[in-house]
C-alpha cells in the first residue's frame, strides 16, 4: 500500500477579509500520484499550490507533509523548509546561469557529482544539447524543460505544476508533458497539476479535482 505524503484538511483562503477565495478544501495524494487539479481562471487553483508550497498561509485548516503539519493557524513551515518543487507557467530560470548551471542549482556535494546529476536530468528531459546556453538564448518549451529538470533534481517527494504547459503550442505541449509524466514515474516522484484542460489532466493524472465555487469535486477518469 501506498504511503500518503500530502493531506490537505478543511483549508481556507482569503486574499482579504471580505473575500474567501476557497473553503473547507480537504484531498490527499499518495506516494508516486500524480493529481490534477482543474477548475477556471480565479478561482483559486495558484493559491492553493501556493499554501501547499508556504508561499501564503491558510485562514483555516491544516497541511500535513508525511503525517507533519506544515501549516496550520499556528504552525508555519517556512518554503525552504519543506522541500516541495514548483514549476509555474512563466519562465523563471536565472538569466545569469547556464542551462546546466540553473539545474545545479540548490544540488549537494561535489561540483562533479553535481554536473553528473544536473545532466543526467536534463537528458532525461532531452535537453542535454542546450546545456551550456543561457535562458535568453531558449525557446519557452527549453527552458520549461529546464525549469523542470531544476525543479526534481534536488529530489522532491512532491513537485507542484502550475499550468507550465500553457504557453505552448500543441505539438510541443503534448511532447512535454508525455516526457513529464515518464519522469515523474520513473523518479517516483509525487506531483500536482494545476490546469484548465481536462484533456490534459486526463494525459497526465491518475486522479482529478475539480475546484468550483470554493469546493472539491473527485472527477472520474
Do not use: W
Not at 500535513?64 to 514549476?87: A, C, E, H, M
Not at 553535481?114 to 546556453?133: D, G, P, R, T, V
Amino acid at each position: 500500500m501506498k504511503r500518503e505524503i500530502l493531506s490537505v484538511n478543511s483549508l481556507s483562503f482569503e486574499y482579504t477579509k471580505d473575500k474567501e477565495i476557497f473553503s473547507n478544501i480537504s484531498f490527499s495524494l499518495n506516494e508516486g500520484e500524480i493529481l490534477g487539479i482543474l477548475g477556471p481562471s480565479g478561482i483559486g487553483k495558484s493559491s492553493l499550490l501556493r499554501l501547499i508550497v508556504g508561499l501564503e498561509r491558510p485562514k483555516t485548516g491544516k497541511i500535513f507533509y508525511f503525517g507533519s503539519v506544515l501549516s496550520s493557524t499556528n504552525i508555519f513551515v517556512p518554503p525552504n523548509k519543506r522541500g516541495i518543487g514548483l514549476v509555474v507557467q512563466e519562465k523563471v530560470l536565472f538569466p545569469h546561469l547556464t542551462a546546466l548551471e540553473n539545474v545545479k542549482f540548490g544540488l549537494k556535494g561535489s561540483n562533479k557529482d553535481k554536473n553528473a546529476k544536473a545532466l543526467s536530468y536534463l537528458k532525461l528531459l532531452k535537453a542535454e544539447q542546450f546545456a551550456s546556453s543561457y535562458p535568453n538564448s531558449l525557446s519557452g518549451g527549453q527552458q520549461q524543460r529546464v525549469a523542470i529538470a531544476r525543479a526534481i533534481a534536488p529530489g522532491p517527494d512532491l513537485v507542484l505544476l502550475d499550468e507550465p504547459f500553457s504557453s505552448l503550442d500543441k505539438d510541443l505541449r503534448e511532447e512535454l508533458r508525455k516526457e513529464s509524466k515518464e519522469l515523474f514515474k520513473k523518479t517516483n516522484t509525487s506531483s500536482i497539476l494545476v490546469t484548465h484542460e481536462l484533456d490534459e489532466a486526463k494525459e497526465m493524472c491518475d486522479k482529478i479535482i475539480e475546484l468550483n465555487e470554493g469546493k472539491v469535486n473527485y472527477l472520474t477518469i
